[in-house]
Structure formats: C-alpha cells, structure tokens
C-alpha cells in the first residue's frame, strides 16, 4: 500500500514538471508571437539600385497582454545599408492589445546590386529582459516577378533626324512588340498568360558625346499577345560629337528577372551638308550678270527648306533668296540669280573682281544649319565714270585727228 502511494506521488510530481515545461514552452511562444510585423509600404518599389529606400514597418499586438516596452530592430545586409547606424533600433514604448505602431526606416541600395529579389531580417522585443523574435522578408530590387510569359523583342528603331549632324537635337522612338502568338501557354502541365510587362526602360549612351534628355519610362503596363508599345527618347547630340556610329544600351525590365534584356540602339552622327558650287564662270558684263550655281545634298538623308541667298558689296539680287524647299540625298539642284550694279565705287577693286559669298540654310529634322561658300570671284571689266568719261574724251580726240590728218597728209601730197 506504502509503496503504491509513493509511485502515485511520484508520477504527480512528474506530470506537474511535465506541465511546467509545456506551460513555460507555450507561454515563450506566445510571448515571442505577441507582436506581429508587416511591412506596409516600401518606397519605391521595386527598390532603386544606387539610391534610398523608405520601408513603413508595422507592429501589431496581437496578444492578450499588455507590451510595456518595443524595441524594433532592423537588420540589412548587401545590397541594403542603413542611412545612420544611430537608426538600427528604434523603441516603440508601451502597445496594448489589439493596436499597432509605425516606425520608418532609410535604407541606401548598393549601387552594385543586382536585379532581382533581397531579404531583410526584422527583430522586435516586448522588454528589456525578452529575447529578440526575428522575421525575414523579401525586398524586390529593379523589378517585380510575374508568371506571364510574354517575351518583349525590339521589332522597330526610327531616328529623327534619320542622321544626325553634330549639334543637332532629335528623337529615337523604339518600337517594342510582345512575340507571343497565343493568349496561354502551357507549361509542365501549368497554363499561364503570354501578357509581356514592361516595369522600365531606359536609354543610355555608350559614347562620348551623345546625351539622353528624356528620363525612363516606369510601369508601363501590358503588352498584349503580338501588340506592340512605341518609346519616344530625346536626345541630343554635342558640336564636338565624332562622325560615325554612336550607339545606345536599351535596358528592359520585364515580367521578372530572367525576361530583362538590354539591346543595342545605333546612331548615326555625319556632318555632311548642303554643297554650293558655281555652274558657270562667273561675269559681269556692262554691270549687269546672270550668275548660276549648283546646289547639291551631300547629307545622307533629306534636308527641309533649302534656301539659298548670295551676297557681295555694291550688287543687287534678284531673286534676293532662291527657296528650293526639300533635298533628297544627292539630289542637285542648278539656280539663277540676276545681279545688277548696285554701288560701283564699292566693289571695284585692283584686279576688277567682287567678292561674293553664298548661303546655305537648311534643316535636318527640327536643326536649322547655315553654311557659307565664301570668297568667290565675279569678274568684271566694270570702269569708273570718270574713266568712262576719259575714254570718251579721248576717243571723241581721235574722231576729229584722224581726219584732220588725213586732210593735211592730202594737201601736202598735191
């Protein structure tokens, strides 16, 4: 009977310590899980590689007592660094059951991170004698993941100008088309969608002396199965700019990490113009002349607003500015200008020439250019009115020598 007691005691005690343990385990577990973190709001999202990101961190109590004293910590690790080591943990204070707090934290993304999805850990305690809870959570860098399927390709690139010439300023538009052919697409016995997400696109230089004005585009939205999207980028081309090739990176966010692409975007910068050349010997005869110059584009692509205007000291003329309008590539064009003596005493110089200079304006898309085909010589037999005047005089002298002359070489011989 004694020894019955002593087993029945023996096992109470047991079950009492196996109790304690279970109770002590369940109340530690409730204690850690008394407060529920979320993250709210990430800003921007995805995070911006190179630059910062504000997370909105909620705490909840989710338990049946009392927390006297939050503490929430957060802990980054590459890509992700705080602002100021000061802001890694930040108290909350007291939170009762049922309610909730925000904290803001800055994080900076390394401007070497890779695309693609980061963890972050999140610590919080309800004391300052309670063991930290931690929780991770997942942090989209330059992109969101999606199941479609749509695959974007470039289809079409369009320059305006269609050759630039350094200085000028103008577009590219690219065209992007989602390749898909079908609304679904089954595959490993799951349907998705063939829709084609563009999240970003950005044009960027790979030479010296070509710049994009135009920021990126951000979430643009669906491309449907075989539809396209066309981006418009500005752009702008220095004076200094080499002839030649320039080309462009065109990187693309798409539905998730492994649909980004970057492609190649080529520009053509040439600074060939329009060409002026006189067609005939230029003269002057009597003070008057009919001067004919042929006009070419030696530009790879059309010009708009051919004008041409010639210009010398002391002439006139007519037409004052020879408008000829557009210029294909290698198209010629021969123009007249009538001139007339204007000012004679102004142009006459040692050799009886006049300087002319002739202008071109044009334009190459929305650029207008000017260049002169200068330092042409008009020749002349122009003379002064004085020296005309002594001509006349001179030859009115021999009109009446000769025949008095001839008079006297008569009388003599008889």
């Given at each position: 009977m004694k020894l019955i007691k002593e087993r029945i005691i023996a096992s109470v005690f047991s079950l009492l310590l196996i109790a304690s343990?279970?109770?002590?385990?369940?109340?530690?577990?409730?204690?850690?899980?008394?407060?529920?973190v979320t993250i709210v709001e990430t800003n921007p999202y995805p995070a911006k590689i190179g630059e910062y990101?504000?997370?909105?961190?909620?705490?909840?109590?989710?338990?049946?007592?009392k927390a006297d004293n939050i503490d929430i910590e957060i802990v980054p690790e590459y890509p992700f660094?705080?602002?100021?080591?000061?802001?890694?943990?930040?108290?909350?204070?007291?939170?009762?059951?049922?309610r909730t707090a925000t904290k803001e934290f800055y994080l900076y993304v390394d401007k070497n991170a890779q695309k693609g999805v980061r963890s972050i850990d999140i610590r919080t305690k309800t004391g300052d004698g309670s063991p930290w809870s931690e929780k991770t959570f997942d942090i989209r860098i330059g992109t969101e993941t999606f199941d479609s399927k749509g695959t974007v390709e470039l289809s079409e690139i369009i320059s305006s100008p269609e050759v630039f010439m350094p200085g000028d300023s103008g577009t590219v538009t690219v065209t992007l088309k989602n390749t898909a052919t079908t609304p679904t697409v089954t595959i490993d016995g799951k349907d998705y969608d063939t829709n084609a997400r563009i999240q970003a696109a950005v044009l960027r230089p790979l030479s010296e002396g070509i710049t994009v004005k135009e920021a990126p585009y951000y979430e643009m939205g669906l491309v449907g199965p075989g539809d396209s999207i066309k981006l418009t980028f500005n752009v702008e081309v220095e004076e200094g700019a080499k002839e030649g090739i320039h080309n462009f990176e065109l990187e693309i966010e798409g539905n998730s990490f492994d649909y980004n692409s970057k492609k190649n975007i080529p520009l053509k910068v040439d600074s060939s113009n329009i060409k002026v050349?006189?067609?005939?010997?230029?003269?002057?005869?009597?003070?008057?002349?009919v001067v004919e110059f042929d006009v070419a584009n030696t530009h790879p692509n059309e010009l708009n607003s051919v004008s041409i205007r010639p210009e010398a000291e002391g002439l006139k003329f007519y037409p004052a500015e020879y408008f000829i309008g557009p210029m294909d590539p290698d198209e010629l064009f021969t123009i007249e200008f009538d001139a007339i003596i204007d000012d004679s005493d102004a142009i006459k110089d040692?050799?009886?020439?006049?300087?002319m200079n002739v202008t071109a304006n044009y334009n190459n898309g929305i650029n207008r250019h000017e260049n002169v085909a200068g330092n042409l010589k008009l020749e002349t037999d122009f003379q002064s009115p004085g020296n005309n005047s002594t001509a006349a005089i001179t030859g009115g002298l021999l009109l009446v020598v000769i025949p008095a002359a001839f008079l006297i070489y008569r009388k003599k011989k008889q």
């Open positions: 343990i279970f109770t002590s385990s369940a109340s530690a577990a409730v204690g850690s899980a008394n407060l529920k990101l504000t997370l909105n961190i909620q705490v909840e109590n989710v338990g049946g007592d660094s705080l602002d100021s080591k000061t802001n890694t943990v930040q108290n909350i204070g007291a939170l009762n059951p049922g050349i006189p067609s005939k010997p230029l003269q002057m005869v009597d003070g008057k002349a040692v050799s009886g020439s006049i300087i």
